[in-house]
């Protein structure tokens, strides 16, 4: 599953590839791509028809392209293995190629979704006045948004009674942060993931959030980490990359500040990795 770095990566290269130019024609080739979007996908395709794609925007790991004038805006849906490439026209097409979007200019690129598993898409939304496709408008903003407010997360985390990565991961507080990610952000802070957020203080709150920020940076650094080897960015090139990890996946492996064995523990259907010296549990209340 991409996380914000790596739709991040996807949106730079939507930037510089698709941004700016007219839609020719869409064609779907398979319905099931096209989503939530009852008059069916002839419809969807006609109506990106001649309308000029604006600058891609992101919020967390949501990403989308505003077509411009029309107030609206069509959101992709990577989920566990959506790719959106860009091609040569010549180029042939990808045995899951799901969607293709022509251009009206010379360019000889054409942008394609391609998706082996259908759980992703594309959808067509109204926006809101500030731009965001009416279905996000209740995702937080994400931690690299100049307009993220840490004081409100922190006041946030301690009016709820929850535990710090289930705050992280909750996307009505802060949005982006993925399983992997709220790993290596703990991590770097020494905290337990069970750790409980009522009584974090300013400079706590403050340290957490400079992590999480420092390790989505250092990912889009290195042009996003992702472990779905299906995952592409939009170049076509893969955004694998793991060495930057300290605790994800590294169950077993010597923890690189103190050696101790880097723990492995079911969490909420997924699993939590940490060191058990350096993020230890909190003492449990009776
Ligand atoms: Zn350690």
Excluded at 131 to 160: K, N, Q, S, T
Excluded at 210 to 237: I, P, Q
Aim: aromatic share 8%; net charge positive.
């Amino acid at each position: 599953m991409p996380e914000l770095p790596e739709v991040e990566v996807v949106r730079r290269g939507l930037e510089r590839w698709v941004a700016h130019r007219t839609v020719a024609d869409a064609e779907v080739l398979h319905p099931r791509a096209v989503r939530r979007h009852i008059a069916g996908p002839d419809d969807f395709a006609h109506r990106l028809q001649g309308h000029r794609i604006g600058t891609p925007s992101r919020r967390g790991k949501y990403l989308w392209l505003p077509l411009e004038e029309t107030g609206q805006a069509v959101l992709a849906h990577l989920g566990m293995s959506g790719q959106l490439l860009v091609q040569p026209h010549e180029a042939p097409a990808e045995k899951h190629l799901r969607i293709r979007v022509r251009f009206a200019d010379a360019l000889g690129t054409e942008l394609r979704f391609v998706d082996q598993r259908t759980f992703g898409g594309l959808s067509l939304h109204d926006t809101s006045p500030d731009g965001l496709p009416d279905v996000i408008a209740h995702i937080a903003r994400d931690p690299l948004d100049p307009l993220f407010d840490d004081e409100a997360f922190h006041l946030a985390l301690r009016r709820r009674r929850t535990t710090v990565k289930r705050a992280l991961l909750d996307q009505s507080l802060i949005s982006g942060v993925g399983n992997i990610y709220a790993d290596e952000a703990l991590w770097r802070s020494r905290l337990h993931y069970e750790r409980p957020t009522a009584t974090f203080t300013r400079p706590r709150t403050a340290e957490l959030l400079g992590h999480v920020r420092d390790v989505m940076n250092a990912a889009l650094a290195v042009g996003g980490t992702s472990f779905d080897s299906l995952y592409v960015n939009v170049n076509g090139e893969s955004g694998y990359f793991d060495r930057s990890l300290d605790a994800y996946g590294r169950e077993g492996l010597p923890c690189r500040r103190c050696a101790t064995p880097v723990r492995r523990r079911p969490w909420m259907n997924r699993s939590s990795y940490f060191c058990p010296k350096c993020q230890r549990p909190p003492r449990t209340t009776p």
